[in-house]
């Protein structure tokens, strides 16, 4: 990726989230590693960055509600999806995703005075709904993965005669990203001969990179998972109990995850456009 590319994706309000989100976690990390060794006053001056950056994320999401209703809009009832539980997940998703938004705002309204009221409930509300749809994303994934397996362990079976091309048999939905491979073995079943087609076996790279994907979304989930909860009540689980080096180095995982996936978004999406134009 060259430095003009570096230069768009950070002009992008979601690339410069990404990477303010990423230095706010490495600052949280570094100072409590400093705190352990002594070093009070440059553990306070990184907390403090870590601090900033983290309040004008805050800030800038005031602007996400109408983004989010648009997503929950296109979805609706998961009319589109064929699975029934990744259909139910995704509208459990959105709702928590929906209820997110309000929820900090108003605890960040709380904290700047333009409501005269205490913010703590609402801070742990909108934890909560954060929380919940870590967890259904995490729920969402697993399933996602078990289709995959299914499809990539069903081109494995497969013969072929070594004086042809390697094609293998699968559903017309096999090269659905976004669908994940709905278990052709039990689909094949479903359909009849005619509506099977040939593809080659270069699909197959694809699924596995759709499983790298998966895999590295659930450990972004799982870490976000783990400092949620910390943010949660005292009593709850693990509730203020973890450390600000664990907590630092949980959402450090996650952010170097989630702009890994972000780049790469970014960078398919650009050599495309540049495809296109030429």
Known sequence: MDQATIAQFLESYRGRDKVYRLISYLSQFVAGGLKTLGHEQSASRLESLGSALSSCRVVLRLSDDLAMWQVTKAFGLGSQERHPVLRILGI??????????????????????????????????????????????????????????????????????????????????????????????????????????????????????????????????????????????????????????????????SSLIGLYLMLQRYREQHAEQHRSNN
């Open 92 to 253: 459990i998703q959105n709702v928590f995703d929906q209820l997110y938004y309000p929820l900090e705002h108003v605890a960040w309204a709380c904290d700047s005075g333009l409501l005269k009221r205490p913010s703590a409930l609402w801070w742990v509300a909108s934890v909560a709904a954060w929380a919940g749809s870590l967890l259904t994303s995490v729920v969402t994934t697993f399933v996602k993965l078990k289709q995959l397996n299914s499809a990539i362990a069903q081109a494995r079976r497969t013969s072929f005669p070594t004086s042809a091309v390697p094609v293998v048999e699968v559903s017309e939905d096999s090269e659905e990203e976004d669908n994940d491979e709905q278990q052709p073995h039990k689909r094949r079943q479903q359909q009849p001969q005619q509506q099977r087609r040939r593809v080659p076996m270069t699909v197959y790279p694809s699924l596995e990179a759709q499983r790298k994907q998966l895999l590295l979304e659930l450990v972004q989930n799982v870490a976000d998972v783990i400092n949620a909860i910390h943010w949660m009540p005292p009593g709850f689980l693990w509730g203020t109990k973890l450390s600000s080096i664990v907590v630092g180095f949980n959402g450090a995982v």
